[in-house]
């Protein structure tokens, strides 16, 4: 019999990769969903799976719901990535974000405990809660500093995990998976939000691009990758908790300057702080300014991981490389929008 996996977050990048794995691989997939006026299901149509979900509404704010949810579906495995998932945003929505971010998790996992234990439990942690990291590469004995009310409901999360394991025996895993990327990914995220401005730049839908803090590093990797860690992550004889990345860390100018080269353009960079411009070396117009309005109260300035414990016990390991996902991200923008999509 194909066994039965809930997906919170099903609407999301991670969502959409990981519904069509599990599709592959034979399993019913439940897409829980939180209701809106519109069930925006355009990434698992795009990757055209939306046809073989069943989907299912379910808030994570509303523990009843969630509970009559894994009473009702009996899933095998339920993998949590629905989240208030913006870090930007959860400086202004910090009471949102540690309910949905940080409680969300707990509910799940005492439904679990409450209906069937049995049932397998994935946590999307996250990088971020490495923050003002103590140590570089990090691994899973880096000591946690978060900067953010979404770092700091994560951390919360993972803990909850961790002590559900550890005190009623559940098969719960937090997976502390750092950026990764895809055509799928949400405009408001850095890395979107610079290859689709490179494309309007191309096809002439836009002259320049306003950023933040150009010097974060980020260790960003490739999200279809990513998924099949969270999956490998299910399927072990005993639940661990795992680092994923790609061991490399490069800056938000690094990422401008590649996407640009993707359609032909050199950046050259003058002034300092708030004043610094990026210019196309050939017209001397500029592409590149800075905006305060998206720097973060406190930031994170490197994340860089070493996910040496997941190449050995789950044989996963990272494939694309920084430059081949900007390829893949720019590429995938300039069709999408030339054709109007
Ligand atoms: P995403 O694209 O922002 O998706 C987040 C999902 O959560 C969406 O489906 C969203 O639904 C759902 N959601 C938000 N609030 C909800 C609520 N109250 N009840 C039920 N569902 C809710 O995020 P992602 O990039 O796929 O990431 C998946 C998970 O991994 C998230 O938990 C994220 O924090 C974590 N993570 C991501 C990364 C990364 O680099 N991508 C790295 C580490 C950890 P709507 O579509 O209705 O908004
Ligand atoms: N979003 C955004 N927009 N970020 C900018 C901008 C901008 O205009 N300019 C500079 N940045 C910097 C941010 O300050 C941050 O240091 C970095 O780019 C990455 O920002 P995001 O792409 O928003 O991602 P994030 O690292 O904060 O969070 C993502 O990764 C986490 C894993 O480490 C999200 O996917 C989280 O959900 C995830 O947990």
Redesign the pocket.
Known sequence: MSKKALITGITGQDGAYLSKLLLEKGYKVYGAFRRTSDLHINRLKFLGVADDIEYVPVELLEFTNIHRTVEKYEPDEIYNLG?Q????LSFEQPVFTADVTGLGPLRVLEAIKDVNPAIRFYQAS???MFGKAAETPQNEKTPFYPRSP?AIA?LFAHWMTVNYRESYGLYACSGI???HESPLRGV????K?ITQSVARVKLGLQKSI?????D?R?DWGYAPEYVEAIWLMLQQKNPRDYVIATGETHS?REFVEKSFAEIGVRIKWSGKGVKEKGVDKATGKTLVSVNPK???PA??DI?KGDCSKAKKELRWSPKTSFGELIGIMVKHDLDVISKGL
Do not use: D, I, P
């Open positions: 989240a998932s913006f870090v930007a996250s990088s971020e979404y994560k998976l750092f950026n408001e995220f850095v890395t939000k306003s950023l933040g803090n150009l974060a980020r938000v998206f720097f973060r930031e994170v994340l």
